[in-house]
């Protein structure tokens, strides 16, 4: 699987949502894994861009995650 970049927005192509949008932000200062933030139009989640949330313990559990999501994610190009 192809490495996944954090700090970029993804729009998940085959997305339950419309305009699933994804970002991954690792946070080894606090909880020391990594939260992957959802939204989409309409999302009203407790985040910024009104997005939910999951948490991950480990790069390792973060490509499973990603594995198991089965999404198909087209990355920004970083700035």
Do not use: C
């Not at 699987?1 to 927005?9: A, D, G, K, T, Y």
């Not at 419309?18 to 939204?39: A, C, K, S």
């Not at 559990?61 to 990603?66: K, N, P, T, W």
Request: proline share 8%.
């Amino acid at each position: 699987m192809n490495e996944i970049p954090l700090e970029v927005q993804g729009k998940v192509l085959n997305a339950p949502y419309p305009n699933m949008t994804v970002l991954v932000r690792h946070d080894p200062e606090q909880t020391g894994g990594y939260f992957i933030f959802q939204w989409w139009d309409g999302s009203n989640g407790p985040n910024e861009h009104s997005a939910f949330d999951d948490w991950v313990e480990s790069a390792e559990d973060l490509q499973q995650y990603f594995t198991e999501s089965g999404w198909t994610v087209e990355w920004e190009k970083p700035q």
